[in-house]
């Protein structure tokens, strides 16, 4: 089993960047698939991206694609989300999730066991 606690969100202007963190505890970090969602009130949990084990391989949602981009470190067991160009409609809770049984970077949620407690994102315009 794997922990995962995000960070790094808060309040940014509109044209703004900010990263996301997300770290992670327990079992081996590198066996994991990890992805980030988001979810708005009043909306389904949505796909940001998601990232292989060694990160050689990357999806990204075609909302923020050009715009996000995930990476991870193994070493410090954290995976990250660069967000770009943020726009009022990023606004979100953020969650952190991982998978374990295949190599497959999935973009349905429901491919994925393991989650944070999520960081919340709002952008002004």
């Known amino acids: 089993q794997v922990q995962l606690v995000e960070s790094g969100g808060g309040l940014v202007q509109a044209g703004g960047s900010l990263r996301l963190s997300c770290a992670a505890s327990g079992r081996t970090f590198s066996r994991y698939i990890m992805g980030w969602f988001r979810q708005a009130p009043g909306k389904e949990r949505e796909f940001v991206g998601g990232i292989s084990w060694s990160g050689d391989r990357a999806n990204i949602g075609d909302s923020v694609k050009g715009r996000f981009t995930i990476s991870r470190d193994n070493a410090k067991n954290t995976v990250y989300l660069q967000m770009n160009s943020l726009k009022p409609e990023d606004t979100a809770v953020y969650y952190c999730?991982?998978?374990?049984?295949?190599?497959?970077?999935?973009?349905?949620?429901?491919?994925?066991?393991?989650w944070g407690q999520g960081t919340q994102l709002t952008v002004s315009s």
């Open positions: 999730a991982a998978r374990d049984g295949d190599s497959y970077v999935s973009k349905s949620r429901n491919d994925y066991a393991y």
